[in-house]
Nanobody, 120 residues
Framework: QVQLVESGGGLVQAGGSLRLSCAAS????????LGWYRQAPGKQRELVAT???????TYRDSVKGRFTISRDNAKNTVSLQMNSLKPEDTAVYYC??????????????WGQGTQVTVSS
């Protein structure tokens, strides 16, 4: 019912920057929270950053001061600006959006994932 399309991953050298974007479409009545998660090979998926409808933002400690999450309510998009990237940031990054559908149900949708590789 709600689809997410991610873009912006790639290969970058340590210290470089990338910007990830995620666009939500479908039967969206409201969005409660948007977030970015990542999963490195052999590791569990972990929270990177979230932003609520009220604008509250949470970052994992290791990305504070380097990553910035933002949203565009009019376009139903969420972005993640990643600066000063480190090799340990290498992972597949997933967008997550949750809220209510026009039919009154709820949704918790995930993007297809985008690879971010940081070389040393």
């Amino acid at each position: 019912q709600v689809q997410l399309v991610e873009s912006g991953g790639g290969l970058v050298q340590a210290g470089g920057s990338l910007r990830l974007s995620c666009a939500a479409s479908g039967s969206i009545f409201s969005i409660n929270a948007l977030g970015w998660y990542r999963q490195a090979p052999g590791k569990q998926r972990e929270l990177v950053a979230t932003i609520t409808s009220g604008g509250s933002i949470t970052y994992r400690d290791s990305v504070k001061g380097r990553f910035t999450i933002s949203r565009d309510n009019a376009k139903n998009t969420v972005s993640l600006q990643m600066n000063s990237l480190k090799p340990e940031d290498t992972a597949v990054y997933y967008c997550n959006v949750g809220g209510r559908t026009r039919s009154g149900g709820s949704y918790d949708s995930w993007g297809q994932g985008t690879q971010v590789t940081v070389s040393s």
